[in-house]
């Protein structure tokens, strides 16, 4: 059988989500895993300790019964920059901040269609996720601000107009990757209107 697949059986038969696999120098084999989602669950909730040794253990049997190789297995959680790899991912993070990388720049014409203020060699992209259904058919756009960020204690005119919020429409054939934004919250350096990011 194959990794892939002794790896997602045994990572789903014990209810968690697969989220990444990984094969590193050395024969590390790391396997990132989260809780599955429901929609419409009450509060969020995180992998803890516990479920990575549940994993592990459960892993090392069957990749010992199955003869894989490999030197050192490490399970983990996605972290604070956790990929989004399918529709049921950006579902879940719906109104989070992401860092999208496209797969080809936008073009000319895109860049056009924006006023000229995308340029057309552009990829990558930092935004809030939203679900879109244009025509009847459902899909993904990104929404950002080209503002720079205002710096603790920096002075900002109020007469100063606001930079126009542009958004981009996309399918996941044509990203590379989506990636949650890595948001820390260091205390006294998020604004007060800032709503929390987990």
């Known amino acids: 059988m194959a990794l892939q697949q002794i790896v997602e059986q045994t990572v789903t038969g ?6 990444e696999i990984e094969r590193s120098a050395g024969g590390l084999l790391r396997i990132t895993i989260d809780l599955l989602w429901e929609p419409g669950a009450a509060e969020e909730q995180f992998i803890t300790v516990e479920d990575c040794e549940k994993v592990t253990r459960q892993l090392q049997f ?5 003869g894989a190789e490999y030197r050192r297995l490490e399970v983990s959680s996605p972290g604070i920059d956790r990929p989004l790899r399918n529709e049921k991912d950006l579902e879940r993070f719906v109104g989070s901040l992401v ?3 496209l797969r080809a720049p ?3 014409e895109l860049g056009a269609a924006a006023g000229g203020q995308i340029s057309a060699n552009r990829k990558k992209f930092r935004g809030t996720l ?4 244009a025509s009847g058919v459902a899909g993904w ?3 950002w601000s080209d503002e720079p960020a205002v710096k603790p204690g920096q002075r900002v005119s109020k007469k100063r107009a606001p930079a126009p919020l542009q958004a981009l429409g996309f399918t996941l054939d044509e990203v590379r990757e989506v990636r949650l934004a890595p948001v820390v919250d260091f205390k006294g350096r998020r604004p007060k ?5 987990d």
């Not at 939203?130 to 259904?133: A, G, L, S, T, Y």
């Not at 209107?193 to 990011?197: K, M, Q, R, S, Y």
């Open 14 to 19: 014990l209810g968690y989500d697969l989220v």
């Open 62 to 66: 069957a990749l010992e019964v199955d």
């Open 99 to 101: 860092d999208i990388t």
């Open 106 to 108: 936008i073009g000319k």
């Open 130 to 133: 939203e679900r879109v259904d």
């Open 141 to 143: 756009q990104i929404v």
């Open 193 to 197: 209107d800032a709503p929390l990011v």
